[in-house]
């Protein structure tokens, strides 16, 4: 059996090991720096108490029950691409078959170490949710929620979840009554933030934000993060108790020391098929591949799953000796349902058209409901819809 090894324990990675082990004839080992999948999507509600980390959380073992693969848990540190190597901090690992997909890291900025992230290491969900707790105990307080962008790749960005954030943190300020007493203020380096999601969004966006009563910042690019606040280009200052901040993507550092092929912003050069430019028996998948598209493009679990169900199908008319292959270009879209604690609004966008739809009270549900699912179809509780 051809041996395939498969880097990182996110989307990207789960869903191709799932997918190599359905197919039955592939050596299948998954290498993750972490024994869970994290579910980042609905992580939003950890800080507000309305789920719990360990809910969050699906461990691989589980997944490995339904679908047997190999798993080993250690961080990669060097890909040896043409002497078909990958080498860890514990040992070094051969394969016939690499699928990279550990995803991107985050750009850093001046006084990062003041911010906390509800993209970064899942465990900084729990230190959120301590800092708002401490403010709601205190009863009062100033709020800054935001994202950046990364100029060398615009789909490394991650806006959704601030957006969700913030909107699930009102909800909760509120629902304890002491709404009032707290100032709540997004805030991003672009004039448009969430621009990416088509006008009818940004109006909705607007809307929401003057509904909510939530301040904007945008249009500044930032200088540099504080103990108590953001300071701009100009030197403005944006005074907070709190600051989360969702940074773009770029390139890991593992990937610096390899021999694949990078974009400006280090992600792996990709044809549409998958396949690492250069390389016929490498795979690069979900963020941490090097993506092209429209200007809108952005990077998305179910992207990073569709990418992974290609590169297995891709890899096994490679062995048939077939030159029928799957691309992702022409599946790109847009595609999230937007919490805000008491409601969700269903937002799509791709070539074609581009909208969002309120979706009060129902539409939190409805999140509630993938989050279920998302779960259960990994451990082969339920089975997989089409196009989900």
């Avoid at 970064?120 to 959120?128: R, T």
């Avoid at 707790?133 to 307080?141: A, F, I, P, T, Y």
Wanted: with cysteine; glycine share 10%.
């Amino acid at each position: 059996m051809k041996k395939i090894i498969i880097l990182g324990g996110g989307f990207a990675g789960v869903q191709s090991a799932i997918e190599l082990q359905k197919k039955g004839i592939f050596d299948v080992t998954l290498v993750s720096d972490r024994d869970y999948l994290y579910l980042y999507p609905i992580s939003i509600w950890v800080p507000v108490h309305i789920k719990e980390f360990e809910d969050v959380k699906v461990p691989l073992t589980k997944i490995q029950k339904k679908y047997p693969f190999k798993l080993i848990v250690d961080k990669v540190t060097e890909i040896h691409a043409a002497e078909n190597k990958v080498v860890c901090t514990n040992q070094t690992l051969s394969y016939d078959y690499l699928v990279v997909a550990f995803g991107a890291e985050k750009m850093t900025h001046k006084g990062i170490n003041n911010t906390l992230s509800i993209c970064a290491k899942p465990e900084m969900a729990l230190e959120i949710r301590n800092k708002i707790d401490e403010l709601v105990q205190k009863g009062s307080g100033k709020i800054a929620i935001g994202f950046g962008g990364n100029p060398k790749d615009k789909s490394a960005v991650r806006g959704g979840p601030a957006f969700e954030l913030m909107f699930n943190i009102h909800n909760h300020l509120k629902k304890k009554k002491i709404r009032k007493n707290f100032e709540l203020t997004f805030f991003a380096p672009m004039e448009e933030p969430g621009a990416r999601m088509g006008k009818a969004s940004l109006a909705m966006l607007d809307k929401m934000f003057t509904k909510y009563n939530i301040n904007k910042r945008f249009g500044k690019k930032i200088k540099e993060f504080v103990e108590n606040g953001v300071i701009f280009e100009d030197d403005s200052k944006l005074d907070s108790d709190f600051i989360m901040f969702i940074a773009a993507g770029n390139g890991p550092e593992a990937l610096k020391t390899s021999d694949l092929p990078l974009s400006d912003a280090g992600f792996i050069k990709i044809d549409n098929n998958g396949q690492v430019i250069g390389f016929s028996n490498v795979f690069a998948v979900g963020d941490i591949a090097a993506l092209e598209g429209p200007e809108w493009i952005a990077k998305q679990g179910h992207i990073a799953e569709l990418m992974a169900r290609n590169a297995v199908y891709n890899i096994s008319e490679i062995e048939k000796g077939s030159t029928k292959r799957k691309g992702y270009q022409e599946h790109l879209n847009i595609l999230c349902v937007m919490d805000t604690g008491d409601g969700a609004a269903f937002v799509f966008r791709n070539g074609k058209k581009a909208f969002m739809i309120p979706l009060p009270i129902v539409g939190h549900w409805l999140k509630k409901g993938w989050g279920v699912y998302a779960r259960l179809t990994k451990i082969g509780g339920f089975p997989r819809l089409p196009g989900m």
